[in-house]
């Protein structure tokens, strides 16, 4: 099946730095990119949708000066995390839609990001 | 707001048993539905979809879509230990931007031998 691969798996950075985290997909052209915020033993949390070539779609109240998310190709999305806080720590997930299955999503293994 | 809410367990069940899942949802509009096991620091992947009403076996699970009462549900049978994770419910409905998915806030699951 389609694989999205996701880096980096882990991150710490300090407060005040931003962190890119990228998501590919291998063998297949992703148009669409959710990406999602998940807390400790919560569910997942959709922050935006990304399409090639557009704007992302912000979900409510989601900062879009924080979060920058861009999809400059059929491959590859990223989200930057700007200007780092402890309270961003999270961790963080990619998902497209699987081309090969009509009610499929293929998830990126997410990254753990912690600002210290 | 469409929304997914899902019994907030944890649940515990001894290996062998039957374990049952449930989730409901807010709005009547067409949808689907799938189940996402999830296991510490990892990503979703799926179990089941399912999108007409009754039943859907696949191995030990089977989900289960009442439209009407608005529910679905995850039976798990001859429950494992290798079973216990985080169970996501999660619903797209037809018409929403790019078919982004709705989640519950997820069900613990531990089953104990």
């Known amino acids: 099946g389609a694989v999205v691969s996701q880096h980096p798996s882990r991150v710490i950075c300090k407060s005040g730095t931003s962190v890119k985290i990228e998501c590919r997909s291998l063998d297949f052209q992703a148009t669409t990119m959710f990406w999602y915020r998940q807390f400790p033993k919560k569910s997942l949390m959709l922050m935006a949708t990304s399409n090639e070539g557009s704007k992302a779609t912000y979900e409510q109240g989601v900062e879009k000066d924080k979060f920058l998310i861009n999809h400059a190709s059929l491959t590859l999305s990223t989200l930057t995390v700007t200007s780092a806080h402890p309270e961003d720590s999270s961790f963080y997930i990619c998902s497209a839609r699987d081309p090969e299955f009509a009610y499929g999503y293929t998830f990126g293994s997410g990254t753990r990001l912690t600002v210290v | 707001q469409k929304e997914v809410e899902q019994n907030s367990g944890p649940l515990s069940v001894p290996e062998g048993a039957i374990a049952s899942l449930n989730c409901t949802y807010s709005d009547r509009g067409s949808q689907s539905f799938f189940w996402y096991r999830q296991y510490s620091g990892k990503s979703p992947e799926l179990i089941m979809f399912?999108?007409?009403?009754g039943d859907k076996e696949d191995g030990r699970f089977t989900a289960q879509l009442n439209k009407a009462s608005q529910y679905v549900s995850l039976l798990i049978r001859d429950s494992q230990p290798s079973d216990s994770a985080t169970y996501l419910c999660a619903a797209r409905w037809y018409g929403t931007s790019y078919g982004k998915l709705t989640f519950g806030q997820g069900t613990i699951l531990t089953v104990h031998p």
């Open positions: 399912i999108y007409s009403n």
